[in-house]
């Protein structure tokens, strides 16, 4: 029997916290509709979706109902479209991206991963269709998401790749100028991408992955913020050991809705339930916020001395919590920090107190990385490969996820705010210090060699 | 199962104060009996209890409550009620139930608990546990309940909601396996956890 205390804790955490799973994710593989006749290949990559993932809104419906949880998106991940390509030109690329983009909408759901490419020691020709298409295809379909891995411990940084993708990310801009560049929020690019993740823009399914899994993502920062407050407001002698504690036992409790959720989804869809993601992920509702944990845990102003700190405290929390409530752990499995889709750290933008290079150094601690950033139009393609570079060394050396997401909003600069709508939120254009400084660096190309901790066995 | 042949179904209630259950324990021990059940409750600063008791030797109801009465009473409003058990259990349904929550806040009215109840006894769901409480107006009402599981949730629930709408309550009715997953370590399953 359940005790009433336990029955009222969840009811506040549910209704007033806003308790919520971020994602159910529906990953497929689709390697099976590779043709080499595009319309065919195109058909049957329709007939999968659709047979697949037709009922996956309405069961995700009727068990969001049963507990009383909401599911706040529902997506698919397909294998890369990089695979499907090969042998195709760029025609193909938008044909192939339209009929993910259609049958993700017939299906209701609001985002299909998985225009992929894996690049980390080289460009495949199916690879090259995916990412020269990208312009046309971010900028031509709404709910298609796409990612380039361009680096990995075992094989280290492609700088070729990292150097084309730095054009291609402002062409992106240049396609979408009249959504500020918005096309670039659907593009991830990554270090050791997770093979099960279930977040966009960078979900896709892994070789060695099952024909179809249900992945989910929880969501929560609202929640570890309310139970901070609550415990520091009845104890004023609280150490940092203390709220680790906290926001330990708010993630368990957290990753358990996600878990039950997930396999129940999986189980009445008639699919292997994947992983549970166990990351913090933000949205730009006041208080939803993982800016906002970090104040509660004594950081002013975001981006001042020991958010990093902080952050590394938050995420480890989590991950334990999250580790005890699933054996089934997977995905990014970490704090975020996406700034446009964080209040509180939009905020710290826009007063000056958060900068890129205090970003980057928080994301060696935490998941994912440079996310959701807006940077001026007019930034040097090799600057933004330079970042992009920076931030693949933090992965690559520490055997982790890394990411970024940078928005070039075409005619903006620094200080500009733009406003993406919905759960991309809005931000200040972040100033790029040194801008055009790295040219030189990121012209050498080829590849950095992966580091020596690759070399284990 | 009962340690001894006579059993007993004893009820006490009290102005709440230490000491109750060991008073009752005693009068039970004294008759070379023994406790095979017991659940107690204290509300609004009452206790209650209910215990399932058997003796080795047959003794009148009202002799063993008179027992249990000299035990306890001293100077405390005490009462208590005995009756032979009849070993009852719970009539077993047709068809199995499966574990729901209901819960409803709002501003208290009289009539609330009696809408609620009667529009789950016209569904034949039992209401297997329930909590009430008025505190500055608000009344926060909880019952864990057992649906028959020819019933569609989201009927259930839009009927309860609207009644919510009529009262001013927020109502939810949500499966108890969410409870569980928070704030337990045992296993949920699709059918609600093993009890």
């Given at each position: ?19 919520d ?5 529906l ?45 706040i998106?529902?997506?698919?991940a ?7 390509l ?7 690329a ?16 609001d ?5 992929t490419?894996l ?19 971010l ?7 796409a ?23 402002l ?16 593009l ?11 977040f966009?823009a960078?979900?896709?399914v892994?070789?060695?992955?099952p ?17 901070l ?8 002698k609280?150490?940092?050991?203390d709220?680790a504690?906290?926001?330990?036992i708010?993630s ?12 129940e ?5 008639g ?22 944990i970090l ?5 002013a ?13 938050l ?19 970490g704090?975020?920090i996406p ?11 826009a007063?000056?107190?958060?900068v ?11 998941s994912?990385?440079?996310?959701m950033?807006?940077?001026p ?38 200080g ?12 200040p ?7 055009g400084?790295s ?10 060699p992966?580091p ?6 | 199962?009962?340690r ?5 179904v004893?009820?006490?209630m ?25 659940s ?11 215990m399932?008791?058997s ?18 009473a ?26 729901f929550?209901?819960?409803a806040?709002?501003k208290?009215?009289p ?5 609620f109840?009667?529009?789950?006894a016209?569904?034949d ?20 309940l ?16 609207q ?20 704030n ?6 699709a ?5």
């Amino acid at each position: 029997m359940l005790r009433t205390d336990e029955i009222l804790s969840t009811i506040h955490m549910l209704h007033a916290e806003h308790l919520d799973v971020r994602t159910v994710t529906l990953a497929l593989n689709v390697e099976d509709c590779a043709a080499p006749n595009v319309e065919h290949l195109c058909r049957k990559l329709r007939q999968k979706l659709i047979s697949r993932a037709s009922r996956l809104v309405e069961i995700c419906d009727r068990v969001a109902a049963k507990y009383g949880i909401p599911i706040i998106n529902k997506r698919l991940a397909i294998t890369p479209a990089s695979t499907l390509l090969a042998g195709h030109g760029r025609g193909a690329a938008l044909q192939v991206a339209k009929t993910l983009d259609d049958a993700a909408a017939e299906c209701r759901v609001d985002f299909v991963g998985g225009f992929t490419a894996l690049v980390h020691k080289g460009i495949a020709a199916g690879d090259d269709v995916v990412i020269q298409s990208l312009p046309e295809v971010l900028a031509n379909t709404h709910r298609v998401c796409a990612s380039i891995n361009v680096a990995s411990r075992k094989a280290g940084i492609n700088m070729d790749a990292i150097q084309t993708v730095g054009h291609v990310i402002l062409k992106i801009a240049a396609a979408t100028a009249a959504q500020q560049g918005f096309g670039c929020a659907k593009l991830v690019v990554f270090a050791n991408i997770p093979e099960d993740n279930p977040f966009m823009a960078g979900a896709y399914v892994g070789a060695g992955e099952p024909e179809a899994t249900i992945n989910i993502g929880v969501s929560g920062p609202g929640v570890v913020s309310s139970a901070l407050r609550r415990r520091l407001a009845l104890d004023n002698k609280l150490t940092l050991g203390d709220l680790a504690e906290e926001i330990k036992i708010t993630s368990f409790r957290v990753t358990r809705v996600g878990e039950l959720i997930g396999r129940e989804v999986a189980k009445e869809l008639g699919v292997a339930f994947g992983i549970v993601d166990l990351s913090l992920a933000p949205t730009p509702t006041v208080g939803d916020s993982v800016g906002e944990i970090l104040k509660m845990l004594g950081i002013a102003q975001i981006g001042a001395p020991g958010s990093t700190a902080a952050l590394a405290m938050l995420n480890d929390a989590v991950k334990k919590g999250g580790l005890f409530a699933s054996s089934s752990v997977g995905g990014l499995s970490g704090a975020f920090i996406p700034v446009s889709e964080d209040a509180a750290l939009s905020e710290a933008v826009a007063k000056g107190h958060l900068v890129l290079e205090k970003l980057e150094a928080m994301t060696s601690v935490c998941s994912v990385g440079l996310d959701m950033i807006a940077i001026p139009g007019d930034t040097p393609a090799e600057t933004i490969s330079a970042i992009i570079a920076d931030e693949m060394a933090i992965g690559v050396v520490n055997d982790k996820t890394t990411a970024v997401r940078l928005i070039p909003v075409p005619g903006a600069k620094a200080g500009d705010m733009v406003n993406f709508g919905g759960l991309f939120g809005s931000t200040p254009v972040m100033e790029v210090r040194n801008s055009g400084a790295s040219t030189a660096f990121v012209r050498f190309g080829g590849r950095i060699p992966a580091p020596m901790q690759s070399l284990k066995n | 199962m009962n340690r001894f042949e006579h059993v007993y179904v004893l009820n006490v209630m009290s102005d709440d104060h230490p000491g109750i259950v060991a008073a009752v324990s005693n009068a039970i021990e004294s008759l070379g009996g023994n406790i095979d059940a017991c659940s107690q409750t204290v509300l609004g600063g009452y206790f209650t209890l209910i215990m399932i008791c058997s003796v080795p030797e047959s003794i009148d109801p009202d002799a063993l409550a008179g027992r249990v009465l000299e035990a306890g009473a001293g100077g405390f409003d005490f009462r208590v009620m005995v009756r032979p058990s009849r070993g009852l259990r719970r009539p077993v349904t047709q068809e199995s139930c499966d574990r729901f929550v209901i819960s409803a806040f709002g501003k208290d009215q009289p009539g609330v608990v009696r809408r609620f109840s009667q529009y789950l006894a016209g569904k034949d769901i039992n209401i297997v546990d329930l909590y009430g409480d008025r505190k500055d107006d608000e009344f926060v009402l909880v019952g864990q309940l057992e649906v028959p599981q020819h019933w569609d949730i989201r009927m259930l629930q839009t009927d309860l909601e609207q009644m919510g709408l009529d009262l001013g309550f927020t109502v939810k009715l949500q499966h108890e396996n969410v409870f569980v997953a928070t704030n337990q370590l045992r296993l949920t399953t699709a059918m609600g956890p093993a009890n």
